[in-house]
């Protein structure tokens, strides 16, 4: 059932929770493009880590014990300097987005520590499927890729080709995130694939599976370069493998053919 709410609203939150009456919260609403944080830096603030402290404070005052699933991005790490990230990796936030979500990890841990709250939660690097949208760059490539071998466009538009990011398949990722819930104590993983790829590969193994050459059809645009950079991040995964059997099965090659499937059946 969809019931209409405001995520930046306490009395939206609290109506909510009520009506529900809920034994477990996924908390999947945030500003969650990086680049948009930039421009909203109050908003997403507000919106990605405010909303946490008033959900958990919502938590808090009920009777029942409500467990509470909060997803962290990658981009805490920003600028670090380890070439793969674990559990125990020192935050450096690189823009308002990474910062909103140091805030929130920060305030699950806080209220686990001093109010006995169940609030768990996963570190989740880059995470992909066909329900992207196409402001984030793997849904564009897969879109435009498309658009160019039925010849409706020629080029695609493209930014910072060389950043490294360590992709994953979403679907994946929810299942790890119920099985994070079920844990007795509440803990935060690293959820990745653990291998990094360049944009450029992404889009060179899409364009190989349309059968194209892509550096017939690619243009770099400096207008979508990020005003700022963050570190080549990779996710050491060992904790998540061996505590709740996490074993991500869809590599990149996998993971851009269902989303050209899928993509394909638009036309």
Known sequence: KLIQGVIS?????????????????????????????YAIPSYSMRVTALSVIDILEIIRKKKKKIKYFQPISSNIFGLTSKKKQNEDTLYNPNSIYALAKTTA?????????????????????????????????????IEQSVQIYLK?????????????????????????????????????????????????????????????????HIKIDKKLLRPSKTSSLVGDISKAKKQIKFNPKVDLKKLINIMIKNELKKY
């Open 9 to 37: 609203d306490p009395i939206s939150l609290n109506y909510i929770i009520d009506k529900c009456d809920p034994d477990e919260i996924y908390n999947f609403a945030d500003q969650d493009h990086v680049g948009w944080s």
């Open 105 to 141: 990890i920060y305030a699950c841990k806080m209220y686990n520590r001093i109010y006995n709250v169940h609030a768990c939660g996963a570190i989740f690097y880059n995470h992909e499927s066909p329900r992207r949208t196409s402001e984030y760059v793997s849904k564009k490539i």
């Open 152 to 216: 409706k466009r020629k080029y695609l538009y493209l930014g910072d080709i060389t950043a490294n990011i360590d992709w994953g398949y979403a679907k994946e990722y929810v299942e790890a995130a119920w099985k994070i819930m079920q844990n007795k104590k509440p803990d935060f993983f690293i959820i990745a694939s653990g291998k990094k790829n360049s944009v450029k590969d992404f889009v060179s193994i899409c364009f190989n599976q349309l059968g194209l050459n892509y550096n017939k």
